[in-house]
């Protein structure tokens, strides 16, 4: 017998309308005789509604989180009010709404005290978002006559504490899968599971990171054994690029899990960066899919990718990034120099998206978001101290306002020259390159510009992931 993980995004749950579009397909799967397991979002704007508000409650505006708990009962109450004609029903549901709201008061007012907003507490109201939208969802389901079942997701993955970040403990999630999740799909139930929230061991509410419903579906695929994983948005497919940034841009039909993992690491929104690995590792094929157009059958994610007579499949870009460098011609031999400034740069929380050394080894450039990029410099410049007092480390700078553009293709491994055609491109846009860095895999190319060139350089670089290189 199939069975299926698909997940629903914020967009596509976002109102009555739209869940009714996620009710045809997931009855559609359903009722051929699939097992199906749906991992849903929180309605569109809801995790930024929560966010918003936690941190207005810690600052002692009331009226802001008063106003966002006005619209979170709102927004559920008129998806019920749509979708669930029985009157019993519609009322159990809306106290259960009407509790988790009260639940979300009773945190935002323990925050006007405290006057401070945990990291732990800031999860526990972010969680919010998908055990509403579960809850909403189930109900219309079952008031459609379809044997749903909500599951927060507390209760099947399990993580360490790194709250709003958190990283997940496989061999415990497994098992918490195995006891129960697949018994529901036994007994023929449909579970509607919360995407982006876990728990510690000991108990506490965690989120995987913003967007992360698709990796919590992912995990649930793989534990689940599913023969298939769709993920259902609000575009055809995975794109040749931003859609937002380059209109052109066009539906991928087949790409392999290393491309989507580097497109994903390196910005395109479409997936979470983590969602390839646990589904690649048991081989699952991932599918993206539109909502909104479902006879489009989308982007398929397996471990083969199709031919592209582009080579570069796709372009995409992060930004909101600064660029460190460490410099000094007494570098030169040094040995543990770089190993040093990661671990210094690991200490401060912050993530490497990319490392750049000069072969000369007098010096060697990474990137980090921009948030945490001040304090990288400074804990780079604590750890050197001795270095650039006698003068083997000259300067450690932050380049701030810069962007990472990444193109990725797997057909780049054995095709000269494309390295050439991306450079001279931006050579004749008149863009400045920076920093420049080729992933081991071979399929994708990274380099540094200027935020300024942003949207000139993806939509440049878009257009070899829209002409066919030319027969030499
Ligand atoms: P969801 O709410 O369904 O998780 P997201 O907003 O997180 O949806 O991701 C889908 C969006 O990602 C699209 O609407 C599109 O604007 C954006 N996006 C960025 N890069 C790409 C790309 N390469 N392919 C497809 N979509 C992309
Ligand atoms: N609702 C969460 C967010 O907006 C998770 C997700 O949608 O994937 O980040
Ligand atoms: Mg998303």
Redesign the pocket.
Known sequence: MQRITMKF????VASAVAIQQVMEILRRHFETGSQVIAVV?AL?GVTDLLTGAARAAAEGRRSVWQEAALQLRDRHAEVLQALVRDGAQREVAQGEVDALVAEFEGLCGALEVVAELTPRVHDQILALGERLSSRVIATALRAAGVQAQQFDATQLIVTDDDHQNANVEFNRTQVCIDRVLLPALERGELPIVTGFIGRTPEGATTTLGR?G??YSAALIAAASHCNELIIW???DG??T????IDPRARVLSQVSYQEVGE?AFYG???LHPRTVQPVQERNIPLRVRNTFNPEHEGTLIASQSAASATVIK?V?SVSHVGLLTVSGSGMMGVPGIAGRAFLATARVGANILMISQASSEQSFCFVVLDDRAHAVQHALQSEFTGEIEHRLIEHVELLEDVVILTVVGSGMRGTPGIAGRVFTTMGAQEINVVAIAQGASECSISFVVEEDNHERAVIALHELALEPVLAK
Not at 9 to 12: F, H, K
């Open positions: 995004g914020g967009t596509s979002s569109a967007g419903s698709d948005t609000d575009v995975v794109m690029t931003d859609p937002r497109l395109a929104k479409v796709a995409t």
